[in-house]
């Protein structure tokens, strides 16, 4: 298994940056078959294995499902929230871009530094530059798509924002609908 260092986010976060390849994966269960299955006959190493790949995996949905919490889109009431919530994502993917150009080339540098001295930093940088710039239009382009979606939503729903009241209807946020007063 490749682990790479969490650069000062915690232990929480430092799960995103490990990666297991396919092939990880069937050697680790090949050699787990070979000993024995559960490890029985060994001194338990596979069966702690199972464990850390289990709570690995319960720690990476928990980072995921609070990630899906701060990035998640909600149907906006009016063109002014559909305004506030669309220039938030842009401004979101802007910093999350400048993040991935700042961040990738000096840490694949640093990471080139260390495996192969001047050379493999160059090379590491050059290599986090291009990463960079690619990532930072992804992550840009991603903000810039889901505001414009929020404030073309947020302007779709004004007349009925208007005249919903009106009729007997309330907002309500949590599930993004118009609900009858009764």
Not at 18 to 30: C, G, M, Q, Y
Not at 120 to 134: H, K, T
């Amino acid at each position: 298994m490749t682990t790479r260092k969490s650069f000062g986010l915690g232990k929480r976060s430092s799960h995103f940056f490990k990666s297991k390849s396919s092939d990880d994966l069937n050697e680790s269960t090949e050699s787990s078959a070979k000993s024995g299955g559960t490890g029985s006959g060994g001194s338990g190493d596979d069966n702690d294995d199972m464990t850390k790949s289990k709570q690995e995996q319960e720690e990476y949905d928990l980072a995921n499902s609070e990630v899906e919490k701060i990035l998640g889109t909600t149907k906006p009431k009016h063109l002014g929230e559909g305004l506030q919530s669309g220039l938030g994502y842009i401004l979101r993917g802007a910093v999350g871009a400048c993040g991935a150009v700042v961040l990738m080339p000096t840490v694949a540098g640093a990471e080139g530094h260390k495996e192969a001295g001047i050379i493999g930093g160059i090379a590491g940088a050059s290599s986090g530059v291009v990463c960079g710039l690619v990532q930072g239009a992804n992550v840009l382009g991603g903000g810039v798509i889901t505001g414009v979606s929020q404030i073309v939503q947020g302007a779709t729903a004004t007349p009925n924002a208007v005249i919903a009241p009106s009729r007997g209807f309330w907002w309500n946020g949590a599930t993004g609908k118009w609900e009858q007063v009764r």
